[in-house]
T-cell receptor
């Protein structure tokens, strides 16, 4: 299963943009890149996903490198509520859609 | 829709006891998953199912069993509880289309003493 690598933690100031990186050098051509986040004492929730092109939604933007070996989740204006663990995962579309979660990046947001 | 529901929310077991963690989804999703999350760690896949009657092992299946007799329900069974199974357990489901996402339940916090 293709794996991802993320920094253990990052810190941001409130109201500033945050760029959360993810490396996935062994990604296969059919793997989708998904981002989830986990707020304290809750289950993970979907943030955004993409295949090749950059994606935007109301929560965030996803920038995918041209070779697809890395991606960046962009929170345009961090709020205190965005403090969470962010997981970058690859969706195995070849059967079972097994998803392997790494340790994620813990984002700290300072007021 | 209630989404993915899990019961119980909390449970304390003694070593050697057995229990079943319940998971139900009302979204008619074919794919369902069980994860465990140890303190400060990411999620580990225990078992998953691609439809009623079909289950398969994930990363850490030892000590657990599952069954999938209906589309809605995916219970996780612990036969002989051990302290190493102290964790938070999350159930999730998805439709199975390549672009879809997983929906997670609120979790069950299990302590084995």
């Amino acid at each position: 299963d293709a794996k991802t690598t993320q920094p253990n933690s990052m810190e941001s100031n409130e109201e500033e943009p945050v760029h959360l990186p993810c490396n996935h050098s062994t990604i296969s051509g059919t793997d989708y890149i998904h981002w989830y986040r986990q707020l304290p004492s809750q289950g993970p929730e979907y943030v955004i996903h993409g295949l090749t092109s950059n994606v935007n939604n109301r929560m965030a933007s996803l920038a995918i490198a041209e070779d697809r070996k890395s991606s960046t989740l962009i929170l345009h204006r961090a709020t205190l509520r965005d403090a969470a663990v962010y997981y970058c995962i690859l969706s195995d579309n070849t059967g079972g859609f097994k998803t392997i979660f790494g340790a994620g990046t813990r984002l700290f947001v300072k007021a | 829709n209630a989404g993915v529901t899990q019961t119980p929310k909390f449970r304390i077991l003694k070593i050697g006891q057995s229990m079943t963690l319940q998971c139900t989804q009302d979204m008619n999703h074919n794919y369902m998953y069980w994860y465990r999350q140890d303190p400060g760690m990411g999620l580990k896949l225990i078992y998953y199912s691609v439809g009623a009657g079909i289950t398969d092992k994930g990363e850490v299946p030892n000590g657990y069993n599952v069954s999938r007799s209906t589309t809605e329900d995916f219970p996780l069974r612990l036969e002989l509880a051990a302290p190493s199974q102290t964790s938070v357990y999350f159930c999730a489901s998805r439709t199975g289309v390549s672009t879809d996402t997983q929906y997670f339940g609120p979790g069950t916090r299990l302590t084995v003493l």
